[in-house]
C-alpha cells in the first residue's frame, strides 16, 4: 500500500470485482466454463482498474526529488541548493550537480550565504538546522513540505525547503 489507504475509486472496482469472481466460481457448474469465463474476465478487468486507481495517485510520494526539484524550477532565480538528512542520488541529478549533500548545521552555514539558496532539510535534521540558523541570526522563509517514500532506502521522509532571504 502507498500512502496507508486505497483511493476511494478503488473500492467499488474492487467490490465489483469481487462479486464477478464469486459469481463466475458459483455458477461455473450451473451455466457452463463459457459464461464462468466470461465473469472472471470481468473481474479481472476491474480488479486492474481497482488496483491502478488506488496506486496512480500515490506514485507521487515516491519521487520526492522531483517535487524538490520542480520547486526549484518555480524560484524565478537561478537555484543553489543542499540537502540535509536526504542524500538521495537522482536530488542531485535533477536540482543539479552544484547541490551540497550535508547535515542539519551545514545546511545552515550553506543557507547564511544568501542568494537564491534552498536547503531541502529532512526531519530527522530540522532541530539541528533550526538551532545553527538561530545561532548565526539567519533569516529564512519555509517553503514546500514534501512527504514522501525514499525508495533507495525504503523507508518515509518528511522534508521541508528553506529559502535564504538575506543574510544579516
Given at each position: 500500500m502507498l500512502g496507508q489507504r486505497l483511493g476511494v475509486l478503488a473500492w467499488p472496482f474492487a467490490a465489483g470485482a469481487v462479486i464477478f469472481a464469486l459469481g463466475a466460481w458459483w455458477l461455473f457448474e450451473v451455466d457452463?466454463?463459457?459464461?464462468?469465463?466470461l465473469r472472471a474476465a470481468a473481474a479481472a478487468v476491474l480488479i486492474s482498474v481497482?488496483?491502478?486507481a488506488a496506486t496512480v495517485p500515490r506514485l507521487p510520494s515516491l519521487f520526492p526529488s522531483a517535487a524538490i526539484?520542480?520547486?526549484l524550477r518555480g524560484a524565478g532565480c537561478a537555484p543553489v541548493s543542499a540537502a540535509a538528512g536526504y542524500h538521495e542520488p537522482s536530488l542531485v541529478f535533477l536540482a543539479g550537480t552544484a547541490t551540497v549533500l550535508t547535515d542539519g548545521p551545514g545546511a545552515a552555514d550553506f543557507l547564511y550565504s544568501g542568494g537564491c539558496r534552498f536547503a531541502a532539510v529532512e526531519r530527522s535534521q530540522e532541530r539541528a538546522f533550526v538551532q545553527r540558523a538561530e545561532a548565526l541570526g539567519l533569516r529564512y522563509a519555509r517553503g514546500l513540505r514534501i512527504e514522501g517514500v525514499n525508495i533507495g532506502v525504503g523507508r518515509k521522509v518528511s522534508i521541508a525547503v528553506f529559502r535564504a532571504e538575506?543574510?544579516?
Open positions: 457452463g466454463a463459457e459464461h464462468a469465463l481497482a488496483v491502478f526539484a520542480r520547486y538575506r543574510a544579516p
